[in-house]
């Protein structure tokens, strides 16, 4: 910070006039990367907060619609997106140093598992429209008083017979009504799922659109010491990505597992 | 923010290993009965490993005063939204039904 010269003719092609130096430039920029993350962050709070909310109002209904998703398929993307954000972080540091096939190869590693994390979710998101978990009654099969598509078949997750039946660890005293009354209510858990899950989705693949931009310029040896500020944001937004994931998973995976085991 | 100033590799290879030892607390310890315990104990892990993704893999901990002192501003802020959005709803009547 110390050393911000400006030189008259020569300067890094990368460098915008308004800037004394390369390092001016690149705080500005991670500074301003920052701030826009706040504002996800924000936007994404008041996706938790009202979560929150909801789950302390319907808890009975939240526990059998979390233990309703796979939390093997999600224990695994959580792993796969944090492996994602390892090669992301290595891509920055490769960048940094100027090594130009190894950034190329970790930006495609990071890519990958990224693509990985949404085949997975799109298997999950099968998963739920076959038991016709989809709320509402506009899109799918549509939400049946007992939370599943049949009244007679257990494999299509019908929930209000799962919160009675021992062998899913149910308690068989439950009134029939009062069962279905909480499936109903698994729909408000399944809105918050797939509004969060979504959005989430939604930014994974807008990362995947900034991976490939990277990419390409990577490919060009563009980046080098004095110049990886791209690839250092891209970095960034990834791992926020990642860190919505960090608490996404236990929040709508884990609810009272030990209820109902594996 | 200067060059010489990011973590190295064998530091990144640390976080990696602490952020899936730290998921696969989580998932083990879902299964445990703790009572009231369990949501505290998974979303405390869950706020370490994202800590640990702040720091070191955002480089937040290599980085300027005003830089720090911004992000935590911003999850001062996140922070007053879920607690008092809270402490409301959780002293209302219709909530404890």
Not at chain 1, 228 to 249: A, K, N, Q, S
Not at chain 2, 52 to 60: A, K
Request: proline share 3%; aromatic share 14%; net charge neutral.
């Amino acid at each position: 910070m110390s050393t911000s010269q400006t030189t008259t003719t020569e300067h890094h092609p990368a460098l915008a006039h308004q800037f004394d130096s390369m390092e001016q430039q690149q705080d500005a920029s991670t500074f301003g990367m920052w701030v826009f993350l706040l504002t996800e962050i924000m936007m994404f709070g008041g996706l938790f907060t009202a979560y929150l909310i909801y789950r302390l109002k319907y808890y009975p209904a939240f526990v059998a619609g979390s233990t309703s998703i796979s939390v093997g398929w999600g224990f695994a993307n959580t792993l796969v997106l944090i492996g994602s954000s390892f090669t992301m972080a290595m891509a920055v540091w490769a960048a940094q140093k100027g090594y130009r096939k190894s950034q190329v190869w970790l930006l495609l590693a990071t890519m990958v598992l990224g693509a990985a994390f949404l085949g997975v979710k799109a298997k999950e998101y099968y998963d739920k429209w076959d038991e016709c978990h989809i709320p509402g009654h506009v899109i799918g099969k549509g939400f049946n008083t007992w939370g599943g598509c049949s009244v007679t078949n257990k494999s299509l997750g019908n929930i209000a017979e799962e919160i009675r039946d021992p062998k899913h660890h149910g308690n068989p005293n439950i009134p029939e009504g009062a069962a279905e009354q909480t499936a109903r209510q698994t729909e408000i858990f399944f809105s918050f799922y797939f509004a969060m899950t979504g959005l989430h989705a939604f930014h994974m693949v807008i990362g995947l659109g900034l991976l490939t931009w990277l990419l390409l310029r990577a490919r060009g040896g563009e980046f080098g010491p004095s110049y990886y500020t791209p690839v250092e944001l891209g970095g960034l937004y990834w791992h926020f990505v990642d860190i919505v994931w960090i608490f996404l998973f236990p929040l709508l995976y884990l609810i009272s597992r030990h209820q109902h085991g594996v | 923010m200067s060059e010489n100033s990011h973590p190295t590799p064998g530091l990144y290879v640390l976080i990696l290993l602490a952020l899936v030892i730290g998921t696969c607390l989580t998932w083990g310890i879902a299964f445990v009965d703790l009572g009231i315990w369990n949501p505290v104990v998974a979303l405390t892990i869950a706020v370490i490993k994202a800590v640990l993704v702040i720091l070191f893999f955002m480089h937040v901990h290599y980085s300027n005063k005003l830089t720090k002192l911004t992000i935590s501003a911003g999850f001062f802020w996140l922070m007053i939204m879920i607690t008092m959005s809270l402490s409301d709803y959780l002293t209302r009547s219709f909530m404890l039904r």
